[in-house]
């Protein structure tokens, strides 16, 4: 089958420049991986990988946004791994409890409660023709309670900024794990389960467009269900992409501080899957002084742990070198986009804050951070439209 997939993901145009091998960050870590070699090999020879090889690739897509000849390395990655899933599956972090929430998620008798999140301050509607996908980003503040992050900021800063936007979104009251993990681990049953979930719900909503916060979510609902399913009935934007553009067109005015400086961690499903990389620096250079890392956009670095895989020595490695790195511009915070970068960038902040004070530093969801830079004349407008609606109560 790898063989049908050569011209779909364009192997036969490698050129063999290198370029994907000099990006790669697995292979900056082990000599023997390269993602050339494994093109080439599969050219040549049609040959197997071994599952070390096949589970060490973060699919972070480095290698496919800098290949001049659209090779798609990591979908190639993705389909090896859907081949091989049956026979041999990966080591996956936390015992397993991501890829156990995803499968309660996907049994159509079960409702979890996924909107208790929800505040009275937060103003939705059920009528809305546009819902905020949530997706598992509230399951994340009972996992990681030590790391002292309140992950609900996110989905209440995202209705937020919404509303500041003259936006109040529909939130559906039992929302299934988008699939993305499962699509990237090469389950496609469970993830086929999950999807069929998620349009059904989004279909009786009504929704024409949904907005996801979260990266992996964006990037899964907008570019892999349309592979299995055809053109979906509803548009997908994504939350940071819509704030860029509103911050830079006036329809959102964030007051800038300027005793912050920042830096921004693009997570590879934003920058390399998705190319937005703009938009967060147009929301960051608006709040705050900014300052670049030298690997960032297309050439930035994974947060090293894709779909629960890969939390291992090297990947902690990866991820305090990514602090270094954020810490040497100067900036005094680093943001992102993903809440599952800031768990895992905090998840080795932590480690190392036992005995390494250098590695005390402010990281932040963007989402979070804008919505705590709203204009005070943006939350005038919101407190007057909580007026006006109660009055039509
Ligand atoms: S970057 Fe693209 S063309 Fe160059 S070696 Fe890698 S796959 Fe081949
Ligand atoms: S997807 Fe990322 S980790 Fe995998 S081969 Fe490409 S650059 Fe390396
Ligand atoms: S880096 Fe931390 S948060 Fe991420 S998988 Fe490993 S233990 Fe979990």
């Not at 993901?9 to 082990?30: E, F, T």
């Not at 049994?107 to 409660?113: I, M, N």
């Not at 693009?266 to 608006?286: F, G, M, Q, T, V």
Request: hydrophobic share 35%; proline share 4%; aromatic share 8%.
């Amino acid at each position: 089958m790898i063989r049908d997939k050569i011209e779909e993901y364009g192997i036969r145009q490698c050129i063999d420049c290198g370029k994907c091998s000099w990006a790669c960050p697995v292979s900056h870590r082990q000599n023997d991986f390269s993602p050339r070699t494994v093109v080439e090999h599969l050219l040549l020879y049609d040959e197997h990988l071994s599952s070390r090889e096949m589970w060490d690739c973060v699919t972070c897509g480095t290698c496919s946004a800098l290949c001049n000849s659209r090779v798609k390395f990591h979908e190639i990655m993705r389909t090896i791994r859907k081949l091989s899933v049956e026979r041999a599956s990966p080591m996956m972090t936390h015992g397993d409890t991501f890829d156990l929430i995803a499968r309660l998620s996907s049994k159509p008798y079960l409702h979890p409660k996924t909107s208790s999140w929800l505040t009275s301050d937060l103003r939705i509607s059920k009528n809305s023709k546009v819902l905020l996908f949530v997706g598992c980003t509230p399951y994340l503040n009972i996992i990681f309670k030590h790391l002292n992050i309140d992950f609900l900021q996110i989905p209440r800063a995202a209705v937020k900024l919404l509303n500041a936007m003259g936006i109040e979104p529909n939130v559906l009251e039992s929302e299934r794990c988008c699939g993305h993990d499962q699509y990237w681990l090469g389950d496609d049953e469970l993830f086929l389960q999950l999807a069929e979930l998620n349009l059904k719900a989004i279909g009786s909503s009504g929704a024409e467009e949904v907005i996801a916060f979260c990266p992996e979510c964006y990037s899964t609902l907008k570019f892999v269900y349309p592979q299995f399913f055809g053109p979906l009935d509803f548009e997908v934007k994504n939350l940071t992409a819509m704030m860029g553009d509103a911050v830079a067109g006036g329809i959102l005015t964030l007051k800038k501080d300027n005793t912050l400086s920042t830096t921004f961690h693009d997570p590879c499903r934003l920058a390399k899957h998705s190319n937005i990389i703009d938009e967060p620096r147009k929301i960051l250079h608006s709040i705050s002084n900014f300052f670049e890392m030298p690997r960032s956009g297309h050439t930035s670095v994974c947060c090293g742990v894709a779909s629960w895989v890969n939390c291992d020595s090297w990947t902690k490695y990866w991820q305090l070198e990514r602090i270094e790195e954020a810490r040497a511009t100067g900036a005094g915070t680093l943001v992102t986009a993903c809440p599952k970068c800031l768990a895992h960038l905090s998840c080795a902040q932590y480690e190392k804050n036992n005995y390494d004070e250098s590695y005390r530093f402010d990281i932040v969801d963007i989402h979070v951070l804008a919505a705590s830079r709203m204009s005070s004349n943006e939350r005038g407008k919101a407190e007057l439209q909580d007026s006006k609606r109660e009055k039509l109560n």
